[in-house]
């Protein structure tokens, strides 16, 4: 298993086009989390995945975003009717069930909207 | 909510200074906190790991301290490199709920050769 692997890594759209990302996590582990990072600042929280189930939500997922996980294995994140304001590094963390367990980080799929 | 804050925001240093990165977090119920390094426009590559039971860890020339009590957490790096240059992240897993991760806004440090 090489970790967390996320795709595309970079992905260029026009506004208004739907765009669709995927996440999958080490092979083993339970949790899921998406977090969206903007220039300048720390990733944000945006949604979490107990196996299939998707337990949370931030406040910053509006109704264009929307994150599924078949089968409790990749997950994939897409964002409808794209807006400049979505450009961001979108990553993907998983982690196994447990108390003091690490939160391992894919690399990132960058997004530029046009 | 659990807040994260890093100091200072921006570093620039001489190469071969040794220097701190610091990190506070608003609730100490926390299982680990993690310190990571963000290179512009890639990902994260994680540093250390705190359990919360830890007073610190080390990594060849990074130590790491964490402080639950008071909330803070500190990144030693000793005899800085121009390869240090780079954004730390420091972020706590929170207990209760969903164990969700919490990101401080970072330090950019530049060493300078």
């Known amino acids: 298993d090489t970790g967390v692997s996320q795709n595309p890594r970079h992905k260029i759209t026009k506004r208004g086009q739907n765009v669709t990302f995927r996440c999958d996590p080490i092979s083993e582990h339970n949790r899921l989390y998406w977090y969206r990072q903007t220039l300048g600042q720390g990733p944000e929280f945006l949604t979490y995945?107990?196996?299939?189930?998707?337990?949370?939500k931030s406040r910053l997922l509006s109704d264009r975003f929307s994150a599924e996980r078949p089968k409790g294995s990749f997950s994939t994140l897409e964002i409808q009717r794209t807006e400049q304001g979505d450009s961001a590094m979108y990553l993907c963390?998983?982690?196994?069930?447990?108390?003091?367990?690490?939160?391992?980080f894919g690399q990132g799929t960058r997004l530029t909207v046009v | 909510k659990q807040e994260v804050t890093q100091i200072p925001a921006a570093l620039s240093v001489p190469e071969g200074e040794n220097l701190v990165l610091n990190c506070s977090f608003t609730d100490s119920a926390i299982y680990n906190l993690q310190w990571f390094r963000q290179d512009p426009g890639k990902g994260l590559t994680s540093l250390l790991l705190?359990?919360?039971?830890?007073r610190e860890q080390t990594s060849g020339r990074l130590n790491a301290s964490l402080d639950k009590s008071s909330g803070r957490s500190t990144l030693y790096i000793a005899a800085s490199q121009p390869g240090d240059s780079a954004t730390y992240l420091c972020?706590?897993?929170?207990?209760?709920?969903?164990?969700?991760?919490?990101f401080g806004t970072g330090t950019k440090l530049q060493v300078i050769p």
């Open positions: 972020a706590v897993k929170s207990q209760g709920g969903y164990q969700k991760v919490t």
């Open positions: 995945f107990q196996n299939e189930a998707q337990l949370e």
């Open positions: 963390a998983s982690s196994p069930t447990g108390a003091n367990t690490e939160a391992f």
């Open positions: 705190i359990q919360s039971s830890q």
